[in-house]
């Protein structure tokens, strides 16, 4: 079966080739850019599933909070006077003005800067200062919005619709795979924040594959054995792994984290990012390092290993930018993916046909 080329459907998740070789077609190249496959996108798989906010360990005394947002929406989550984690839409219910900017900071009493409402840390409205009398106005209908939440691990998620599985059950394998590792000790060192002129999928597609390693990162392909480079996929997890040559800042596992969270363990710490979409042709990729060990002795390596990091993650941004230039000028369809590195791109792309599908977009 071809690509698909106007007179072609394939069968989701591709198709065969005379009936023998597995042939696996990416997304439509629409699907990159197109506003209404955003919008779908936003309410199909960002409002309906986990998505990983910030490690607990940001948030240690009550009254801190951090405020994200993704796919449009934006959250904080907060630690209440009695320790315990909340979530809300960072939403005033008077005009709509958010009450932090990004980012993570602390306060005792939540105020919205527009017309200064103020709440308390349980999201009931408190004060609305200065707006006269009103019968009709009573201030118990008017709280923040709350959003659930849960951690695993250190790592804090909301589920916006509140109807996502539990979040263990839909972690589904990834709990098993990080077992071995002692995250809970791992400490956060620093944080590194890009912005990436793409869809997002465009970024996931270049994260879930090895593939592109001879091509786009001279400094990786040294410290790995490629030619044993495997990429498997289990419940809501692609999973990477090569054998480190001497001297590799890896540990050579890499997992990617269905819908957008990354978590890369290496022996003395890790890393775990978040993929953003802002908008249709837009991405923004924030990640944090975390180490066992955060003497000053070890901090020079540990900088070496951040910088090698970000290097390599920088690296992938023209060729993915060159390729969302491709994917909007209508001339590319759809390409074959590689059975032996692009399982991750395959599962990726049926996760998103399924949640699209349950959405009413269809190939
Ligand atoms: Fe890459």
Same mark, same amino acid.
């Given at each position: 079966m071809a690509p698909d080329t106007g007179t072609h459907t394939l069968p989701a998740g591709g198709g065969m080739i005379d009936g023998k070789t597995t042939a696996l077609y990416s997304l439509p190249a629409k699907w990159y850019h197109d506003p209404s496959v955003y919008e779908a996108e936003r309410w199909g798989i960002f409002a309906r599933t986990w998505q990983f906010l910030a490690p607990e360990s940001d948030l240690p005394n009550p009254g801190d909070y951090t405020a994200v947002e993704f796919a449009g929406f934006k959250v904080f989550v907060l630690r209440d006077r009695e320790g315990k984690l909340k979530a809300f839409h960072n939403l005033c219910p008077h005009r709509a003005a958010p009450l932090f900017a990004e980012g993570s900071g602390h306060c005792d009493v939540l105020r919205c800067r527009y017309h200064g409402w103020a709440f308390d840390h349980d999201g009931k409205l408190k004060a609305a200062p200065?707006?006269?009398?009103?019968?009709?106005?009573?201030?118990? /209908?008017?709280g923040l919005k709350p959003v659930r939440l849960d951690v695993w691990r250190g790592f804090v998620f909301v589920n916006? /619709?509140?109807?996502?599985?539990p979040l263990l059950e839909f972690l589904g394998d990834v709990p098993a795979l990080v077992a071995p590792y002692p995250i809970e000790g791992f400490k956060k060192k620093d944080i590194a924040d890009f912005s990436i002129k793409t869809n997002w999928k465009v970024y996931t597609d270049n994260f879930v594959e090895g593939y592109h390693i001879p091509g786009i990162h001279p400094g990786l392909i040294q410290a790995i054995d490629f030619n044993k480079f495997e990429t498997t996929y289990q419940r809501n997890v692609v999973i990477m792994k090569a054998p480190q040559k001497e001297g590799s800042i890896y540990g050579g596992l890499w997992l990617w984290i269905w819908p957008n969270m990354t978590l890369s363990v290496y022996p003395d710490g890790m890393n775990a990012s978040r993929i953003v979409p802002h908008g249709p042709r837009f991405t923004t990729l924030h990640y944090s390092f975390y180490f066992q060990d955060l003497s000053p002795a070890l901090d020079a390596g540990q900088r070496r290993t951040i910088e090698t990091n970000c290097q390599i993650v920088r690296e992938d941004f023209g060729i993915c930018e060159d390729a969302q230039s491709n994917f909007e000028?209508?001339?590319?369809?759809r390409g074959p993916m590689s059975p032996r590195h692009e399982l991750g791109v395959h599962y990726f792309h049926d996760e998103i046909r399924a949640a699209l599908k349950d959405q009413g977009v269809t190939e």
């Open positions: 200065y707006f006269g009398d009103a019968d009709w106005f009573r201030k118990e /209908d008017h916006l /619709d509140g109807k996502a599985p000028a209508g001339v590319f369809q």
